[in-house]
C-alpha cells in the first residue's frame, strides 16, 4: 500500500470512530530522525521501515519526507477557508 493511502485510512478510521467530519484534512510526510533516536527506538524503527518496504534505513542519517510546497499550500486555502467564513 503506499504511504498517502495507508494514511487515508487512518483518517478514515479517526473519523469513524469520533464522528468528527472536518471540512479540509491535510497529509503531510514526516521524516526518519535515525541520529535523534536512543539505541532501541533507531533499530525498532529500522525494522519496522524494512517491513515496510523503505530502502531508508541507514541509521546513520536522517531522512525527511515533508513536501513543504504542499504543507504551504494547504495552509493558504485553510486561511482562505477562514476569511471567506467571517
Sequence with gaps: ?????????????FVDET???PE???IFGGALRYTQYG??????IK???KD???VDTDVSRDYAY???NDVRHFAEEFLEGLSAER
Excluded: L, N
Excluded at 3 to 8: D, G, I, N
Excluded at 39 to 44: D, L, N, P, Q
Design 1 to 13: 500500500m503506499k504511504p498517502r493511502a495507508q494514511t487515508k485510512g487512518y483518517v478514515e478510521k
Design 19 to 21: 464522528s468528527w467530519h
Design 24 to 26: 479540509m484534512v491535510g
Design 47 to 49: 525494522k519496522i521501515s
Design 66 to 68: 515533508t513536501d513543504w
Design 39 to 44: 539505541f532501541i527506538k533507531r533499530h525498532f
Design 52 to 54: 515496510k518496504g523503505s
